[in-house]
């Protein structure tokens, strides 16, 4: 990545980065008629939360709020809207979206950005299929709004009009890695890590001693599997081991996997989705256990939001999905990179007071 690129408020630089900023807006306004036409509830997360989730490589930005008695209190910008979401949904909601600005810190690439616009939305009593559907829908709506007939990334296309290829983990590995997923993992989703990694190395894939199932697990997907997703036409990667799926409920007669997937265009993961875990005493044990690989690797834990599992009680079963809106600019509009589709970016480190 440049590590000094030209300031965006040039204005030769600005000049030719408006149209695409032009399109987002008119992306933008497409997903939200789509949506209230729909019957949904456009809300709004706060951005700042008792915890910024706890998923083990999640990375939140801490701040503090100062009372009147000068006592500071720890928060986090939001990483995600999630929490905040199916409290609403817990309220009452049954169909919401937001498009919220969330921040997560460690993450600038080509596809990353500290701060950054997530589209979320929860349909209550629908099973995560329905999400699916949405997703195809979604994918078409944003290539109209944006003048596309295929979505691009570095020399690779999607039909944004084709319906989507379904794909499941198991699957996937089998096809692209030559690994039998389900053969490490249990009955009762516990996983076997050198089963995983005598075949992983078979594959072509380093490890380090000190490396995981999970950490395998991540790199044969990023390695192997990812970059063959969404060619040609989108794919949903969908029933994702139950270890690697913190807030989804087990898929209904197999246990060793969750109702989660994802999906990808152009090898770009666009939207992660859930059908819901409803069990606040599942997701507390999951919680602890992610936060004590996260002081294992990283050194730091973040705290739980005891509100968010005490609504999770009285949440009803419902399926959610966040999809980085960015990057669906980013692939509709052929950007290069995910700066290119945002009207300020975050100024690159040394550059502020210049």
Known sequence: MNENPPPFWRPDIHADRRPALMARGRVK?????WFEARDFVEV???LLQVSPGNETHLHGFRTAFVDDGGAEHPYYLNTSPEFAAKKLLAAGEQRIFDFARVFRNR???ALHHPEFTMLEWYRVGEPYEAVMQDCAALLAEAARAAGATRLRWRGAEVDPFAEPERLTLAEAFARYADIDLMATIAGDGATDREALAQQARGAGIRLAEDDSWSDIFSRVLAEKVEPHLGRGRATIL????????A???????????AER???FACGVELANAFGELTD????RRRFEADMDEKERIYGERYPIDEDFLAALAEMPQASGIALGFDR???????ARRIDDVLWTPVAQPGRAGR
């Open 261 to 263: 997937f994802e999906l």
């Open 29 to 33: 306004a497409a997903l939200r008629r």
């Open 328 to 334: 669906l600019v980013m692939l509709a509009t052929d």
């Open 280 to 283: 606040p005493a599942e997701q």
């Open 107 to 109: 993450e600038r690439t």
């Open 238 to 245: 969908c029933e994702y081991p139950i270890s690697e799926a």
């Open 247 to 257: 807030l989804a409920r087990p898929k209904p007669g197999d246990p060793r996997v």
């Open 44 to 46: 709004e997360a706060a």
